[in-house]
RNA sequence: UGGGGCGUAGCCAAGCGGUUAAGGCACCAGGUUUUGAUCCUGGCAUGCGGAGGUUCGAAUCCUCCCGCCCCAGCCA
């Protein structure tokens, strides 16, 4: 390939840099990557960062990607998270083959390897209660203290430990910790706690265990046991890679993979974290985490995202390692690419104004040809009624407008799409009220299909449909969730006092033309001049229909009014 | 004032000692257009957190300083 031609790839990022090098280094010659979520909330968007670079390097170097569920606590964790997260990376486009795995399918193992612990006198039950442990653990600052117990014997130890897995002691009497090193500077080596007592069912091993094992504990063993190369994980986790590592070393496993970490994903105008999530599906302030306003990968789904746009959402914010903010915009800008090319083109009137034709002909309906994509052909075409009366955007007609205004006013002539130039003659208006009732237009019979044989021009084109034909139907509006950019930045301000009241505007007059009548649920159009929409997966019927609106297109008019 | 991570444009992000510091978003100015959409063209960092130093040459190496993020769950 001429070097000219390879200027469009994208560069590297530092990941998939380490990656190649180990690959052209013999290290790992194909990479085996895996995507862990907890299963106890839904995926969002910050996941689908994980979840593309995971797969996506594993597809691009010809390896696998497991999908591993990380249920090693069972108070917070359901079987109905896995289904939907499984729903979720597969809508995304990813396949996991038949890497299917959960770390409580590693509990036995797990066991063995704290005895082998026990007994290389790395590990020791202790007796402290969770404030003592805090006590002892020290400051930032300040070294922790050893506690009392460390220096049991190994035959007490696995005796106790035993005794844990065997349900004789009380949840929080008991833990076994790894012994390390208390002064570390590193919190997380100061003796961590690898095992705990919790009597919780578990979601897949049921009443079997009464100790359940610690992430830094399991989540290295797990990704050895599958042979894992990289282990790609969050900043966050930066400051458990020692503890990582030691786990690894200590204990016969039969790999070492390397944790790389990256930055995390953060959105503007929303939150992230599945714990605020979860309050606001709690609190009914969104209908669930479907929401079509929530960042949630089933939210997103159902405003009318598709899985192509948030992939090349993924692959334009990058991986990195600084802390970075993402403009909503740039989600946006994503859809909106996809859409573009997908949606087939159709119109609808979100807010109707009736406009009568009044030199049309009475009782003639007739077929006008319209293009479902104006640069693909392929789409092809599809009829659309027109007649004596129609119905054209409200804020189509301006009284007294100004030069700029390309649409309609008293005396003014612009073109329907596909249709006839309409030119406005007079304004019927509600005597007491003012209110603007309907337009009295005339139309030139010359201009079929859109084209004036004199070749004068209309600035303005407008969408309209049918007033007999057309179908009734709600369409919901959607703005960002919160008002401010990150809602979480002040700790003493609750993030849900920056809810945005306007989030969601129901429109229930609206009109779309009658060709939609049997539109799949779940399926994107757009409306011209208006933005992409997509039929409701779950509130919409026939003869009933719902529209969410995906994005809006640009608006340079809108833009250039403020 | 412990440890770890990070500072390149309004927002992301390449750059890995050697021509005028990629690219995208946003923004601005034109052009095409039966969507004020799309598309196309052009503009947009004498500058890489700051100050010194090394070098013929520094965003890249060194030193000091400044700023931001993360860590004291029996959460992940």
Not at 284 to 293: A, E, F, Q
Not at 329 to 340: F, H, I, K, P, S
Request: glycine letters at 6%.
């Amino acid at each position: 390939m001429a070097p000219t031609e390879e200027t469009t790839e994208k560069p590297l990022d530092f990941i998939r840099q380490i990656v190649t090098e180990d690959k052209k280094s013999g290290k790992h010659p194909t990479p085996v990557t895996r995507f862990p979520p907890e299963p106890n909330g839904f995926l969002h968007i910050g996941h689908a960062k994980s979840i593309c670079l995971n797969f996506g390097i594993a597809s691009e170097f010809n390896g696998p990607c497991h999908l591993r569920f990380d249920d090693t606590n069972p108070s917070k964790e359901e079987d109905a998270y896995v289904k939907s997260i499984q729903e979720d990376v597969k809508w995304l486009g990813f396949d996991w083959g038949d890497n299917l795995f959960y770390a409580s399918d590693y509990f036995d193992k797990l066991y063995d390897f704290a005895v082998e612990l026990i007994k290389k006198e790395k590990a020791f039950v202790c007796d402290l209660t969770a404030d003592e442990m805090r006590e002892y653990r020290g400051t930032l600052t300040e070294p922790g203290k050893e506690s009392p117990y460390q220096n049991r014997s190994i035959e007490e130890n696995l005796e106790l430990f035993q005794g844990m897995k065997d349900g004789k002691f009380e949840e929080g009497s008991h833990v076994l910790r790894a012994r390390i090193d208390m002064a570390s500077p590193n919190l997380n080596m100061r003796d961590p706690i690898i095992y705990r007592i919790m009597n919780v069912h578990h979601h897949r091993t049921g009443n079997k265990w009464c100790i359940y094992p610690m992430y830094d504990y399991t989540h290295c063993l797990s990704d050895s046991l599958e042979n894992i190369t990289h282990s790609l994980c969050t900043l966050e986790f930066a400051d458990h890679r020692p503890m990582y590592d030691w786990v690894l070393d200590v204990l016969e496993t039969p790999s070492h993979p390397q944790q790389i970490e990256f930055a995390r994903l953060n959105l503007s105008y929303t939150v992230m974290s599945k714990r605020k999530l979860m309050q606001l599906v709690r609190d009914n302030l969104v209908s669930g985490w479907d929401d079509p306003r929530m960042l949630t990968i089933s939210g997103l789904r159902r405003r009318g995202y598709t899985p192509k746009s948030i992939r090349d959402f993924c692959k334009e914010i990058g991986i990195g390692k600084r802390d970075s903010w993402i403009d909503m915009g740039v989600l946006e800008n994503a859809v909106r690419n996809d859409l573009n090319v997908i949606a087939p083109r159709v119109m609808g009137v979100l807010d109707p104004l009736k406009v009568v034709i009044t030199n049309y002909p009475k009782d003639t309906v007739e077929d006008i040809i319209a293009k479902n994509h104006p640069q693909n052909p392929d789409m092809g075409t599809r009829t659309l009624p027109f007649s004596r009366e129609i119905f054209i955007e409200r804020t189509d007609f301006l009284e007294n407008a100004p030069k700029k205004f390309f649409r309609l006013d008293i005396g003014r002539e612009v073109r329907l799409r596909y249709a006839y130039f309409i030119t406005c003659v007079s304004v019927v208006k509600d005597e007491t009220t003012g209110k603007i009732l309907e337009l009295h237009c005339t139309y030139d019979p010359e201009t079929h299909g859109g084209n004036a044989p004199d070749g004068r021009k209309v600035k303005g084109t407008i969408h309209w449909v049918s007033a007999a034909q057309s179908l009734s139907c709600e369409i919901r509006m959607y703005d960002r969730l919160f008002n401010v950019e990150n809602p979480d930045e002040d700790k003493d301000v609750d993030f849900k006092e920056h809810l945005n009241p306007q989030s969601l505007t129901s429109l229930t007059n609206c009109l779309v033309e009658p060709s939609l009548e049997n539109l799949k649920p779940g399926s994107s159009v757009q409306f011209e001049r208006q933005g992409y929409f997509c039929l409701d997966s779950k509130d919409s019927r026939p003869g009933k229909l719902v529209f969410n609106r995906t994005v809006g297109l640009r608006d340079s008019w809108a833009k250039r009014k403020k």
